[in-house]
């Protein structure tokens, strides 16, 4: 079970950022997303929307009650909330997307190849091998 520390940061009037982590890392992604569903399913007044990221969720607020509703969440978050447990109904489902490495639409191809030290075309099959979250 992980449960990084959650770190509260006002972002603007209306958006609070709940930060898990500084990097990407899959557990700490797995603790976003359920960090995520539990607030989700809480009844938190005058949220807009959240997002989740890597390490971090944000959520909006409506404008008129920002405030109250942004102070009523840090206070709730002195609560534990459950952590992340990881269970196949939070899996995320693998997709595959068809790439396009032609000069019309990978314009820094040769640009991100030459910074890795690679050819185009390894720095492609690198790319290609890699399993994105």
């Known amino acids: ?29 797995r603790a976003v997303h359920a960090l995520d569903a539990w607030l989700a399913a809480q009844p938190v007044p005058d949220r807009i929307e959240q997002w989740p990221g890597y390490a971090e ?21 002195a609560e534990p909330w459950p952590g ?11 997709l595959s997307l068809p790439v396009d490495f032609g000069p019309g639409h ?7 190849a030459r910074h890795a030290g690679l050819h185009p075309d390894d720095w492609c099959a690198r790319f290609l091998a890699c399993r994105f979250q």
Not at 57 to 77: K, N, Q, W, Y
Not at 84 to 94: L, R, V, Y
Not at 106 to 112: E, G, H, K, R, T
């Open 57 to 77: 969720l944000v959520i909006s607020f409506a404008p008129r009650s920002a405030t109250a509703a942004i102070r009523d969440l840090v206070a709730g978050m």
């Open 1 to 29: 079970l992980m449960k990084p520390p959650v770190h509260v940061e006002l972002i603007t009037e209306r958006h609070l950022r709940l930060v898990l982590g500084t990097t990407i890392d899959a557990g700490v992604n």
């Open 106 to 112: 990978a314009p820094d191809l040769a640009d991100c």
């Open 84 to 94: 992340a447990a990881p269970s196949p109904d939070t899996t995320p489902n693998a």
